[in-house]
């Protein structure tokens, strides 16, 4: 009776799993957009001069409170045309741990006054675990261990920018070419990202429009279209994402001595399917630069 137990119990963290792997990727963090984009491109780690330093934590609510927690934490450092970089993601869903541990470098090229090209690339590892404290049954059972894994990964990304415009391209989770099998982990189910953004306006009001193209393996890809509002010499910013996954996000900003960047977001569905497994995300995120 026991052995059934923990294995139903298997069985629901493997749904779950899969459950999660379109949380994690239809809905990513909120805080990648404009306030840390190296959350997803390796080729931006560097690209302000001096050590930055990045956290955020997401909690998707979903009718149990920390049942779906995500965090990360970014450091990245710019010397010359050289961008040096570290990122850690934990997160917890339910009975699983799913973490990523990598290391990023980038190069830029100065091809104009203003235009910037850079080039990154990070490697890295990610681990799936079972939380076996969390789970009544049978300790022997030889299921939960099924899940306890790691697979090494890498990311490819490029960066173009000049005062008002900026275009990204990225290559996530090569772990394709590193396995002859297909490797899922429930989580880096991301198979390319496209990104624009242009300043429109530039005064008292700065206004930023951005679209990004992205795709997530076994769905169907997916448009995200926002605004980013700064006022006040910068030191406050309003922001609204419209994503075709049938959310949208909505979020405010502080930066304080032109050294903090401190953002709140909260992201909701807006279709009644979606609305049964979850009723939003809250998001908090923050950005340092220690070299101010």
């Given at each position: 009776m026991r052995r059934n137990n923990i294995a139903f119990i298997s069985l629901l963290a493997l749904i779950f799993l899969n459950t999660n792997k379109t949380t994690a990727q239809v809905s990513p963090p909120v805080s990648m957009y404009y306030l840390n984009e190296y959350l997803y491109n390796?080729?931006?780690?560097?690209?302000?001069?001096?050590?930055?330093?990045?956290?955020?934590?997401?909690?998707?609510?979903?009718?149990?409170?920390?049942?779906?927690?995500?965090?990360?934490?970014?450091?990245?450092?710019?010397?010359?045309?050289?961008?040096?970089?570290?990122?850690?993601?934990?997160?917890?869903?339910?009975?699983l741990n799913v973490n990523r541990f990598a290391a990023s470098y980038a190069y830029n090229i100065q091809l104009s006054e203003t235009?910037?090209?850079?080039?990154?690339?990070?490697?890295?590892?990610?681990?799936?675990?079972?939380?076996?404290?969390?789970?009544?049954?049978?300790?022997?059972?030889?299921?939960?261990?099924?899940?306890?894994?790691?697979?090494?990964?890498?990311?490819?990304?490029?960066?173009?920018?000049?005062?008002?415009?900026?275009?990204?391209?990225?290559a996530p989770n090569l772990r394709n070419l590193i396995y002859s099998d297909n490797v899922s982990d429930g989580y880096n189910y991301s198979t390319f990202y496209f990104s624009a953004a242009y300043q429109v306006l530039d005064g008292p009001v700065k206004l930023t429009p951005k679209v990004l193209y992205r795709g997530v393996d076994g769905y169907d890809s997916i448009i995200d279209a926002g605004i980013n509002a700064q006022f006040a010499q910068n030191q406050f910013n309003l922001l609204a994402f419209y994503h075709s996954s049938n959310n949208v996000s909505f979020g405010v900003g502080f930066n304080l001595l032109k050294r903090y960047q401190m953002q709140a977001s909260y992201s909701l569905p807006i279709n009644n399917n979606l609305k049964k497994y979850t009723y939003g995300a809250v998001e908090l995120g923050l950005k340092v630069n220690l070299s101010k």
């Open positions: 390796p080729a931006v780690a560097g690209k302000i001069h001096g050590l930055n330093l990045g956290l955020s934590y997401k909690n998707n609510l979903t009718g149990s409170n920390g049942q779906t927690v995500g965090n990360t934490i970014t450091a990245d450092y710019g010397w010359g045309k050289n961008g040096f970089g570290v990122f850690v993601n934990t997160d917890k869903d339910g009975l235009g910037n090209l850079r080039f990154g690339i990070s490697a890295g590892v990610t681990t799936l675990k079972v939380n076996a404290g969390d789970i009544i049954g049978d300790a022997t059972d030889v299921l939960p261990a099924q899940y306890d894994d790691y697979v090494f990964d890498g990311d490819l990304g490029a960066h173009y920018s000049t005062d008002k415009l900026s275009l990204s391209a990225v």
